[in-house]
């Protein structure tokens, strides 16, 4: 494996997942294949659990980390080419790519969506050019519309605790009182949609996430019908994707909160969430509290999925 962005890019599902648990198993088998490798992980953005999780599934490896929060500490960075750079921007990303390059032998980088351009979100402009111009192999930690070591790790967790063969797995929205990217749900729609699950995607009128993405899953409105025999409920918030709105806040209606009356109208199911969460906006706290919210166990495979894509990547050194 290049580099890791999208679902595509881990191969058969059933074999990465296979591959995942073996490391979950033994994390420390491979530790002489990063020996004197470096990675170094790149910050656009904030994150607690993407940090964390990929320093120590690297560290499990054997390699060297080094961490760079652009905004902290490095000079500012200007992403867009034809720039007039008279502004507060000291460095262009054309020159940083390289140099960066020059110092590890993988690259991970977190870079949102800006959610007032959608062409320059969904080209994924930033890491792209990371892509192109850092002659490393490079893997998304969280790009402008996908993410894909969560729904790497969503998938790892939905295969340890489904009790049925093909489940059902209900993706709905929650509201949230800020303008956040699809990136998650987009991500987690494309990695479902691998696999033979039985799929929904439920979210109010104005929420439709991009085609490319939702693929095979049937969109369902009433968010009650859609969460009726489910046994993985994903909440998730997202901005919506359609034009003229795009990016946009269209609704805070609490009545989408993911409460225990309505986890009473599925099949038992597990709660999920790729964190953090609004309690009470997304979810109560009854429920994400309760023995059938998976959160916490979802989030620690996030060191599993992250182990098993930077196996794969020093491997193709
Ligand atoms: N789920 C997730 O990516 O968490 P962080 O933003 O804290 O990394």
């Given at each position: 494996m290049k580099k890791f962005t999208c679902a595509a890019d881990i191969g058969p599902w059933r074999e990465a997942v296979k591959e995942a648990l073996d490391i979950k198993a033994n994390r420390f088998a491979y530790t002489e294949l990063g020996r004197n490798r470096t990675l170094l992980m790149i910050f656009f953005n904030s994150s607690l659990r993407?940090?964390?999780?990929?320093?120590?599934?690297?560290?499990?490896?054997?390699?060297?980390?080094?961490?760079?929060?652009?905004?902290?500490?490095?000079?500012?960075?200007?992403?867009?080419?034809?720039?007039?750079?008279?502004?507060?921007?000291?460095e262009h990303l054309l020159e940083a790519i390289p140099v960066m390059g020059s110092y590890c032998d993988l690259i991970g980088v977190r870079s949102f969506a800006g959610l007032t351009d959608k062409k320059a979100d969904y080209e994924e402009r930033v890491i792209e050019q990371f892509i192109r111009h850092s002659g490393r192999p490079v893997f998304s930690m969280?790009?402008?519309?996908?993410?894909?070591?969560?729904?790497?790790?969503?998938?790892?967790?939905?295969?340890?605790?489904?009790?049925?063969?093909?489940p059902k797995v209900v993706m709905t929205w929650a509201p949230?009182?800020?303008?956040?990217?699809?990136?998650?749900?987009?991500?987690?729609?494309?990695?479902?949609?691998?696999?033979?699950?039985?799929?929904?995607?439920t979210?109010?009128?104005?929420?439709?996430?991009?085609?490319t993405f939702t693929g095979r899953a049937v969109i369902e409105y009433d968010q009650r019908k859609a969460l009726e025999g489910a046994d993985f409920v994903y909440a998730k918030n997202w901005s919506a994707y359609a034009d003229p709105n795009y990016g946009k806040v269209l609704s805070t209606d609490r009545s989408w909160t993911v409460d225990a009356e309505k986890m009473g109208?599925?099949?038992?199911?597990?709660?999920?969430?790729?964190?953090?969460?609004?309690?009470?906006?997304?979810?109560?706290?009854?429920?994400?509290?309760?023995?059938?919210?998976?959160?916490?166990?979802?989030a620690a495979n996030r060191e599993i999925s992250a182990q098993t894509v930077i196996k794969r990547l020093l491997e193709s050194l």
């Open positions: 993407t940090r964390l999780s990929t320093q120590k599934a690297a560290m499990n490896l054997g390699m060297n980390v080094m961490v760079l929060d652009v905004n902290q500490g490095a000079w500012k960075l200007e992403t867009e080419r034809g720039v007039l750079m008279d502004g507060d921007k000291a969280e790009a402008a519309t996908r993410h894909p070591l969560q729904s790497f790790a969503d998938l790892i967790t939905i295969e340890e605790y489904k009790t049925k063969e093909r949230h009182p800020k303008a956040l990217p699809q990136a998650v749900p987009n991500s987690f729609a494309e990695w479902m949609n691998m696999t033979d699950y039985e799929f929904v995607i979210h109010p009128h104005g929420y439709e996430l991009d085609p109208l599925t099949d038992n199911a597990f709660f999920m969430h790729c964190l953090p969460v609004r309690r009470n906006m997304i979810v109560t706290d009854d429920v994400i509290e309760s023995e059938r919210s998976i959160v916490i166990p979802e």
